[in-house]
């Protein structure tokens, strides 16, 4: 079982799981939401809506619920590159997250492991750069 889990302020909140089966080159269940709210105080909840992958059709749903807590200090971030004629700038902090979660997958629960757990506090600046007059 795969499952992740995102939240921008900006775009909004995403959740998708992927379940395969014993032997399985292909998911046997699908599914993703865009829930409102995502992430509460140190805690993680989405409900989302499973699609058996080989005849479609709803079945059933995922619940992923967990706790969240910082895992160390936060580190600086700082990025900058050129891109579609804008400077973009990136600043902020990425922090570590220690999270224990797990899904009620078609009413059985599944403990997950969640080795990339992280947040970020970023702000983002896109400034256009100005062509430059080349002289001959």
């Not at 014993?22 to 509460?40: E, I």
């Not at 080989?54 to 580190?75: K, Y």
């Amino acid at each position: 079982m795969a499952v992740s889990l995102y939240s921008n302020s900006a775009f909004g909140n995403f959740a998708s799981v992927a379940v395969e089966g014993p032997g399985s080159q292909a998911p046997l269940y699908t599914g993703d939401a865009q829930p409102d709210r995502l992430f509460g105080d140190h805690t993680v909840n989405a409900v989302i809506p499973l699609t058996r992958s080989s005849v479609g059709g709803p079945a059933g749903r995922a619940v992923v619920v967990g706790t969240l807590r910082a895992a160390a200090r936060p580190t600086d971030v700082h990025e900058t590159l050129q891109d579609g004629g804008y400077l973009i700038e990136t600043t902020g902090t990425r922090q570590e997250l220690a999270a224990t979660v797990r899904a009620v997958l078609l009413g059985q629960a599944v403990p997950l492991t969640c080795a990339d757990s992280f947040r970020f506090d970023l702000e983002v600046r896109r400034t256009l750069v100005q062509p430059t007059a080349h002289t001959r």
